[in-house]
């Protein structure tokens, strides 16, 4: 787990937190999946301490769930909790277009919607050429950085973690999907034209198209099992 200068017991933290959030977010540890402190500190080599705090944090964000007898596990999200999810961010997302509708998006600064632009372009790509693991990551930089420019701190939280959450629950079954290209919102770009055009009405429109993709695709999903219809 390499990083440059002194590692500290809490940059060692977020660095276990931030590798096993990626398992999971790749689907290597599916939900329900079980282990130990002791299995993860064992699998990194490091000590037990920044393991469990790190292990900790997780369930904080609702992506693990503990257990005092048998450690911890991936937490199993249903295709209800997804829809609720989705809900949530759609809620929330019309509330900031609400807000920036009336003084405009003009405060938005254009140096770094051409970052935003290249993570919207890789997503796109991403998405188009049906790669899940590429998708992921730009993805979740896409959206936190889009929503560090129009909103505060709490809400691009709150909002990063809904949609780290959704791909938790969606990764599995996506991969079981053959069809999974065809779900894979690619509106990316057409998100950042209206933001740079000043459009809060247009932006709120990709937005919603977004989540609608989304809850077509839950609505293919066995209710029991969360698997694709066939």
């Not at 999971?24 to 301490?49: C, D, M, N």
């Not at 372009?121 to 990551?137: F, H, S």
Request: hydrophobic fraction near 45%.
């Amino acid at each position: 787990m390499p990083a440059s200068g002194a590692v500290t017991r809490n940059t060692l933290r977020q660095q276990i937190a931030d590798a096993l959030r990626d398992e999971v977010l790749a689907g290597r540890l599916l939900p329900g999946e079980e282990f130990t402190v002791k299995h993860i500190a064992e699998q990194y080599g490091v000590s037990a301490t920044p393991v469990r705090e790190a292990l900790v944090d997780l369930s904080a964000q609702g992506l693990l769930d503990s257990d005092q007898h048998r450690g911890f596990h991936v937490h199993q999200f249903t295709v209800d909790d997804f829809r609720a999810m989705v809900e949530a961010r759609s809620l929330v997302s019309d509330g900031i277009f609400r807000r920036i509708a009336g003084s405009g998006l003009g405060r938005v600064n254009s140096e770094a919607l051409v970052s935003v632009r290249r993570r919207a372009e890789e997503a796109a790509r991403a998405a188009k050429g049906g790669d899940l693991d590429i998708l992921i990551g730009y993805d979740l930089r896409f959206w936190r950085e889009l929503t560090t420019l129009v909103a505060n701190q709490y809400i691009c939280d709150f909002l990063h973690r809904m949609r780290v959450q959704a791909w938790v629950f969606s990764v599995p079954f996506l991969r079981e999907d053959d069809a999974c290209r065809d779900w894979l919102w690619s509106g990316y770009e057409q998100m950042v034209d209206a933001i740079t055009l000043g459009d809060p009405d247009a932006a709120r429109a990709v937005v919603d198209s977004c989540h609608a993709h989304s809850l077509a695709w839950a609505d293919r999903l066995d209710p029991e099992l969360g698997r694709p219809r066939r």
